[in-house]
């Protein structure tokens, strides 16, 4: 048996890019005729992601943003991966805290891209020449997929870890916050870690009530438990026929969430590419980043991303005195989109 070890520790988005390179690595290493073990390093916020995906072996969890989160937890870790010697080592990651797993992991074959950024290829034994960061995420990590496996790769296919307790729980709680069951919904994510990503609370109530009226819809608004009271303010203003799932959705719960709404309109996100990949069309607003890279996939779902075009766009800058990369979005075409995803 071949023991293979993927690191790729976060963010959400990032993890679900990595999912069609774990189905090629699956069928790669079968098609060999070897019988592989495929263990998958993950941070606990994204580990949600994964957990019972039928395509792992083993989920390792540890502590986010690094080691002095629970430093005996990680040396333990550590010394377990030392133990496991894994054939393959695979990091998507590429960075230096993704290194250190690599390192530590004491892996026979360490494979990376040889332009990785923080020096992290330096524990890596096997380099693919640099990357170019303009092809899609899914696309590059394919690529270490191929690689590892020594042959091509089908066409990326996601397949997320599908729980009938999660859509069990998600009806209930649809139902419990006045959503008769059955009833057709779409999805609202207004939020994102970098305040240049966000567009305006104002301008995502207007498109709301707007795809309310058009449709007859109701509109879920979800976002993480921190989020959650700025989204009251929202529901409220959007009417009753608007919800607030804020912090009441687990990874696993936000995958079912999706996959049956209509569609969903989105920042750049996790929600974003969770809703993409469960096969839910996604209205993309982007500004600072780049839907090139890490946009909606597949780019031939059905899915619509905004963006002004900016010659400053995209900037990948965190903070700007001012973002008319997003503020110049407008609820109109906003709205087209939305009727053109039905």
Same mark, same amino acid.
């Given at each position: 048996?071949?023991?293979?070890?993927?690191?790729?520790?976060?963010?959400?988005?990032?993890?679900?890019?990595?999912?069609?390179?774990?189905?090629?690595?699956?069928?790669?290493?079968?098609?060999?005729?070897?019988?592989?073990?495929?263990?998958?390093?993950? #941070?606990?916020?994204?580990?949600?992601i994964l957990r019972g995906h039928p395509m792992l072996d083993n989920v390792i969890v540890v502590k986010n943003r690094g080691w002095a989160k629970d430093i005996k937890k990680n040396i333990k870790t550590a010394r377990w991966l030392s133990r496991e010697r894994y054939d393959v080592v695979i990091d998507f990651q590429g960075l230096a805290k993704s290194a250190v797993w690599v390192l530590v992991s004491r892996g026979k074959r360490r494979i990376g891209f040889s332009n990785a950024r923080e020096?992290?290829?330096?524990?890596?034994?096997?380099?693919?020449?640099?990357?170019?960061?303009?092809?899609?995420?899914?696309?590059?990590?394919?690529?270490?997929?191929?690689?590892? @496996?020594?042959?091509? %790769?089908?066409?990326?296919?996601?397949?997320?870890?599908? !729980?009938?307790?999660?859509?069990?729980? +998600?009806?209930?709680?649809?139902?419990?916050?006045?959503?008769? #069951?059955?009833?057709?919904?779409?999805?609202?994510?207004?939020?994102?870690?970098?305040?240049?990503?966000?567009?305006?609370?104002?301008?995502?109530?207007?498109?709301?009530?707007?795809?309310?009226?058009? @449709?007859?819809?109701?509109?879920?608004?979800?976002?993480?438990?921190?989020?959650?009271?700025?989204?009251?303010?929202?529901?409220?203003?959007?009417?009753?026929?608007?919800?607030?799932?804020?912090?009441?959705?687990?990874?696993?719960?936000?995958?079912?969430?999706?996959?049956?709404?209509?569609?969903?309109?989105? $920042?750049? !996100?996790?929600?974003?590419? +969770?809703?993409?990949? $469960?096969?839910?069309? $996604?209205?993309?607003?982007?500004?600072?980043?780049?839907? @090139?890279?890490?946009?909606?996939?597949?780019?031939?779902?059905?899915?619509?991303?905004?963006?002004?075009?900016?010659?400053?766009?995209?900037?990948?800058?965190?903070?700007?005195?001012?973002? +008319?990369?997003?503020?110049?979005?407008?609820?109109?075409?906003?709205?087209?989109? %939305?009727?053109?995803?039905?």
């Open positions: 048996m071949i023991k293979v070890l993927i690191i790729k520790l976060s963010s959400i988005g990032d993890v679900v890019h990595t999912l069609p390179a774990l189905a090629a690595l699956r069928r790669g290493f079968e098609r060999n005729g070897q019988k592989a073990r495929i263990d998958w390093l993950v #941070e606990e916020a994204a580990s949600g020096c992290s290829s330096i524990f890596l034994n096997e380099k693919l020449p640099p990357y170019d960061p303009e092809r899609h995420a899914v696309d590059r990590y394919m690529d270490l997929a191929r690689y590892a @496996t020594g042959g091509d %790769v089908e066409k990326p296919v996601f397949h997320m870890a599908e !729980s009938g307790d999660a859509l069990t729980t +998600v009806k209930g709680k649809l139902k419990a916050l006045g959503i008769p #069951e059955g009833s057709p919904y779409f999805i609202v994510c207004p939020s994102a870690r970098w305040a240049t990503k966000l567009w305006s609370d104002s301008s995502f109530v207007q498109l709301a009530r707007t795809a309310i009226g058009s @449709t007859g819809m109701y509109a879920v608004l979800v976002g993480g438990a921190s989020d959650r009271p700025r989204l009251e303010r929202m529901q409220r203003d959007i009417g009753d026929k608007a919800v607030n799932m804020a912090g009441a959705t687990g990874l696993a719960e936000l995958a079912a969430l999706s996959k049956g709404a209509r569609f969903a309109v989105t $920042v750049d !996100s996790g929600p974003m590419h +969770v809703a993409a990949a $469960v096969g839910t069309r $996604v209205v993309a607003l982007f500004g600072p980043t780049s839907p @090139t890279r890490t946009g909606p996939y597949p780019c031939e779902g059905g899915h619509i991303v905004i963006r002004r075009g900016l010659a400053c766009s995209p900037c990948f800058r965190r903070t700007c005195a001012d973002p +008319v990369c997003m503020s110049g979005i407008t609820v109109d075409e906003v709205m087209k989109a %939305v009727n053109g995803c039905l």
